[in-house]
């Protein structure tokens, strides 16, 4: 067993030391190559606390929708070779609901203020 | 050093010219570059940019016009009265400088966040859409004749070639391959008009002045293909940084787009500017996987890069708000 602090503590106190003491005294490109370095670090930290839960309702979804079984992205290749041989497709029950819970999983990790995605988090 | 290599250039073609300052590198990978600089001129300064790959490359990438094309690109658009800098020397091999050339500098912004938010723009941003509209459209009726060889794309080959790299990421994509097997079904096949087409006329192409569009610029992915695809790819909701509502750049509707490309003399196909707009949608999608793939592999080991890479994801809710919209 790893000891404390959590890798997800650890990111977060370089990324607000980055962001509160660094940030402002930084300027021109490497400013704008902090500020990703920052996003990334951010990005991390989300995955971290979301990935898990997220990967296991995924894998749920589409044992049921292939009724088959493996890892996640067994999984995923499996999905992907019926959508591109037309066995499963927009009207295929369960599989635009899966595609969408999906995706919107993956932008809560990668892009939370993406337009897009706010628009859509108010819709359902 | 280059401005040694420019002022004698330059004092090879300018009357009167007696050197330049201010050479900056605005940009640049390995093979091509872009610089800024002044000729130095006893009437005032002149403002110029230079594009060149550096001596030692020579050839252009896979889908790239060539520094030539887009030379020749340029100043037809510009003698055709389209907003697009004068060309004002094609590099030779006397100027030992590469291949490539030397234009105006026309002044504005090329940043989408300060377009869209800077009240310097605010005038510009409502009549933004038609007047692409009919900059595209002047850019599609330059006149066939006088074109540089260039390649020939059709949709089923842009297909083609998505899937292709799509594909050699060996990463599986649920929502791409749905996006893939859409085009396939609607492929219009060949088109009936083939123009040339821009191949990137969106954001950070375009100077934008206070008074509305001022340069067209970055010809290099241009071709010969069906003229929709230019105005799908300026829909792509990427470039829209946050506007979603405003399909034309984050900035205007499509109905202006099209109205000022009919006032230009041509028609526009809305079901085929949609069909181009999901196939830009995917090959942006496309593009941030590729980067991930050269941040992955070198040499460009960056973590701008890398975290591009993350940016796929957007353009897959962007392709389900497209293909499969929800109930609201």
Known sequence: ?124 | MIEDQLGRCVASWYKGATGVTGAAKLSGGASQETWTFDIVHPSGTVGAILRRAPPGYGASPGRAAGLDAEATLMQLAHDAGLPSPRVMHVLTAADELGTGFIMQRIEGETIARKILRDEQFAKARPILARQLGRVISGIHSLPAAKLPKLREMSATKEIADLEREYRSFGWPRPVFELALRWLRARDPGPSKEVTLVHGDFRHGNLIIGPDGVRAVLDWELAHLGDPMEDLGWICVNSWRFGEIDKPVGGFGSREELFAGYEEAGRKADPDRVMFWEVMGTLRWGIMCCGMMQRFRKGPDHSMERAMIGRRASETEIDLLRLLAPREK
């Open chain 1, 1 to 124: 067993m790893q000891d404390e602090p959590t890798p997800t503590e650890l990111i977060k106190a370089v990324a607000d030391f980055l962001r509160n003491e660094i940030t402002p005294e930084i300027k021109g490109h490497n400013a704008f190559k902090l500020r990703v370095g920052i996003n990334a670090l951010d990005l991390v930290t989300r995955q971290l606390a979301l990935e898990q839960g997220s990967d296991a309702a995924e894998a749920a979804r589409l044992k049921a929708l292939l009724s088959a079984d493996g890892s996640v992205i067994e999984l995923n290749r499996a999905l992907s070779e019926k959508i591109a041989e037309g066995e499963v497709d927009l009207q295929t029950p369960g599989l635009s609901e899966h595609l969408w819970q999906t995706t919107m999983d993956k932008l809560a990790v990668d892009q939370p203020n993406y337009a897009s995605y706010k628009r859509e988090l108010g819709n359902k």
